[in-house]
């Protein structure tokens, strides 16, 4: 082992049943470096910092902490040894405050009772060395997605940790939060600290990785200096494939309008992420995408057009059809399928076999039933039709969801959706926590739908993704239509202050475009 290396993981090989998630894996961790793992959804990168962080054992191989080696038999071992985890699903209690989250489990006691002043002040401390600026005394809920992510940072260097583990640090975050980010991995390394990067996101490792090992089916392929490598050769090691990297699509042709919607107002009471009069529609054989900083009505949108909430007035029509405040099988029979951005919570049944998961929206139709009970060998071959053609890799039909990586789990809900064959398909967030080459494949599929004269609304926080993918782009800010543009008449940061409220093209009716106008030139306003 070098000598400047903290951890070095030794043929470390982990099974579960019919599938081998770790195959003899060697890894290494120098100091101060922040070691990218790149792999497939599913290839065993979670798998193995879960083996390194002790919340499992490996079957055989050896870990070394700073040169001896160590059983990390449970996460407080791994905290001993100076391991902190920062879980892609925060472990965060929201009535809490930040300080009650941080210091959860060791909190410090002065004459009987919690010290709460002294750790309020540790964590201020750890917050400004670090350029975390979190509030020590804020309430968990009160804050952003990107905010409980830095708390959960604070969390592991309040315990101690000089041993990082990211897992999917920037899959729930917006542009301006990925930013933030990787300028407080960049501080943290330079502070000393030593960060294993899991992530999918080539992007990402250009920018900010020492060194990356990449991961498939469970082998490491290769451990490379990212200064002595491409984006292009990681995607290829990655999947084992060239990879491309642009949306290969035709022009549309777009058809009659499929959906419509009018002054729809929603979310009364519930502040600036109500819908205000938004009126839009979307064509057949055309990709719409909503493009907006999170929490700016994408959420009041999509539970509108599903029949999750109630609106407030306007309407919502589908093939002239009114469908305001139906239920959510109404919605679904009429034909929108739904890929929800929060897949635990809408998309599966975690405890449910894949079989059964396969079937949630259309398991009371005729195919799938026998009198009063389920038809299931009609859902097996109809699942296991699904899982081959969507490469959806679970170990059987019957394995739960919730055993699957979230890269499968997506690939999952996405079979499933595109399969009932929709008049419409909401797409949220549909390439989250995805590799790029379960990206290519996500986005072919979308333009399929569209190709065969299927209606296409696309929500996405991923600036390149609405605009790769979209045939037209409507800008959603503060509950409000802002205005319409093409992708190739804009760019970046024209899309970017028209998000933050800053440029307006509102003025245009919907379905309309002010073609003349020259997109604005320049960087990332990222």
Do not use: W
């Not at 002065?110 to 750890?126: C, F, H, M, N, P």
């Not at 490379?224 to 995607?235: D, F, P, Y």
């Not at 039909?397 to 499968?408: I, V």
């Amino acid at each position: 082992m070098a000598a400047s290396a903290v951890v070095e993981l030794r043929q470390i090989t982990k099974r579960f049943p019919g599938i081998v998630a770790n195959d003899s894996i060697s890894f290494s961790l120098e100091k101060g470096e922040i070691h990218a793992l790149l792999g497939e959804n599913g290839a065993g990168k979670s798998t193995l910092m879960n083996i390194l962080f002790g919340l499992y054992q490996p079957d055989e191989g050896q870990i070394l902490v700073r040169g001896s080696e160590v059983a990390i038999d449970s996460p407080n071992k791994a905290i001993e040894l100076g391991i902190g985890m920062v879980h892609q699903h925060f472990k965060l209690v929201q009535p809490f405050t930040v300080t009650e989250n941080i210091i959860l489990g060791m909190e410090p006691v002065r004459g009987g009772s919690i010290d709460y002043r002294t750790a309020a002040a540790k964590v201020e401390q750890l917050s400004k060395q670090y350029g975390l600026m979190v509030d020590p005394h804020t309430r968990v809920e009160k804050t952003s997605v990107g905010m409980q992510q830095r708390v959960e940072i604070v969390k592991v260097l309040y315990r101690g940790a000089d041993i990082l583990i990211f897992d999917e640090p920037t899959a729930v975050l917006t542009p301006q939060e990925i930013t933030e980010l990787m300028g407080i991995l960049r501080n943290l390394a330079a502070e000393g600290k030593s960060i294993i990067l899991i992530t999918h996101k080539l992007k990402e490792i250009m920018e900010i990785a020492d060194r990356v090992t990449i991961i498939r089916r469970g082998k490491v392929i290769d451990t490379v200096r990212k200064a002595e490598t491409q984006a292009s050769v990681l995607a290829e090691k990655m999947v084992g494939r060239s990879v491309s990297f642009k949306v290969a699509k035709a022009k549309a042709k777009p058809g009659k309008p499929v959906l419509e919607v009018s002054g729809l107002r929603t979310g009364g009471g519930r502040g600036a992420s109500a819908l205000k009069e938004l009126s839009f529609e979307v064509r057949g054989g055309e990709i719409l995408g909503i493009a907006g900083v999170d929490g700016n009505g994408q959420k009041e949108l999509i539970e509108a057009l599903t029949g999750l909430e109630r609106v407030d007035g306007g309407s919502i029509k589908l093939l002239g059809t009114e469908l305001a405040n139906r239920t959510p099988r109404t919605m679904s029979e009429a034909g929108i399928s739904h890929i929800p951005e929060d897949r635990h919570k809408h998309g599966l049944v975690l405890d449910f076999g894949m079989n059964e998961n396969m079937v949630l929206s259309t398991y009371f139709r005729p195919i799938y039933t026998r009198g009063p009970f389920l038809n299931h060998n009609a859902i097996d071959k109809h699942a296991s039709k699904l899982i081959e053609e969507f490469d959806v890799r679970t170990p059987s039909l019957y394995t739960k969801a919730r055993s699957l990586s979230g890269g499968n789990q997506q690939k999952a809900i996405i079979a499933r959706e595109i399969d009932k064959n929709p008049d419409l398909l909401i797409a949220a967030q549909p390439t989250r926590g995805l590799d790029v080459g379960a990206i290519e494949f996500v986005h072919r599929r979308l333009i399929e739908q569209r190709d065969q004269g299927k209606a296409v609304l696309l929500i996405s926080y991923e600036m390149d993704e609405i605009i790769n993918v979209s045939d037209r782009i409507a800008v959603i800010c503060n509950g409000r239509l802002v205005g319409e543009v093409l992708p190739e008449e804009t760019n970046d940061r024209e899309l970017g202050l028209m998000m933050s409220g800053s440029a307006d093209r509102s003025g245009d009716t919907a379905g309309a475009l002010h073609a003349e106008t020259e997109p604005t030139t320049g960087g990332d306003s990222r």
